[in-house]
């Protein structure tokens, strides 16, 4: 069990830097089919590593889309940060 929880860590890395280098979208929101095209995960397993406590968003991201659906908002959001 607990190989699995260190190889499960290294997905949530993979993912977490896959959202930093993922196109914004429309209300500054990551679709996880971008996440998906960066990593090569499976879809159950990006949406196994978003559900995590660890996983935390950048600032930037307001949120993740899957199917024009929203699977993770974040909480510490930043609209327009820096007055950009």
Same mark, same amino acid.
């Given at each position: 069990?607990?190989?699995?929880?260190?190889?499960?860590?290294?997905?949530?890395?993979?993912?977490? %830097?896959?959202?930093? $280098?993922? =196109?914004?979208?429309?209300?500054? *929101?990551?679709?996880?089919?971008? !996440?998906?095209?960066?990593?090569?995960?499976?879809?159950?397993?990006? %949406?196994?590593?978003? $559900?995590? =406590?660890?996983?935390?968003?950048? *600032?930037?991201?307001?949120?993740? !889309?899957?199917?024009?659906?929203?699977?993770?908002?974040?909480?510490?959001?930043?609209?327009?940060?820096?007055?950009?």
């Amino acid at each position: 069990m607990e190989n699995s929880e260190i190889d499960l860590e290294k997905y949530i890395q993979a993912v977490k %830097m896959a959202i930093e $280098k993922a =196109p914004l979208r429309a209300e500054d *929101s990551v679709d996880l089919s971008d !996440i998906w095209v960066i990593t090569s995960l499976p879809v159950d397993l990006i %949406m196994e590593c978003l $559900k995590r =406590p660890e996983m935390k968003l950048p *600032s930037t991201v307001s949120k993740i !889309i899957f199917n024009k659906k929203v699977v993770l908002k974040n909480s510490d959001y930043l609209n327009n940060p820096q007055g950009e």
